[in-house]
């Protein structure tokens, strides 16, 4: 069992997760395509530190933000944005639910995970 992060993610943090990892796939880009990119770029992750940020285990500083915007080619507040290519929601679920397709919270009273 995970015990519970002091400072967990909020939903900026998670949108940027799901974000990151779409585009990841999108460009078919392995974790060690995405950690070479970035260490041409000047900002090094390794692709095991890449996963672990897709999967939550790992905080996304502003510095990490820029450095994979840059790199997958868009802003860092398009990362930050909810995603709207979901088929399901549209990245915008009602308030208080959470889309069972993409993860997006809305932004209500209630967004837990």
């Known amino acids: 069992m995970r015990a519970e992060p002091r400072n967990p993610p909020g939903p900026a943090a998670r949108n940027a997760r799901r974000n990151i990892q779409r585009l990841r796939e999108e460009r078919r880009f392995s974790y060690g395509e995405l950690s070479n990119r970035l260490t041409l770029a000047g900002h090094p992750i390794p692709g095991y530190q890449l996963g672990r940020l897709e999967a ?4 996304i500083d502003v510095d990490d933000l820029a450095a994979l915007a840059g790199v997958l080619g ?18 915008a679920p009602p308030e208080g639910f959470i ?4 993860g997006t919270t809305s932004l209500g009273a209630w967004t837990g995970t």
């Open 74 to 91: 868009v802003t860092p507040g398009e990362l930050l944005e909810p995603p709207t290519v979901c088929d399901n929601c549209h990245g």
């Open 56 to 59: 939550g285990d790992r905080r």
């Open 99 to 102: 889309c069972v397709r993409c």
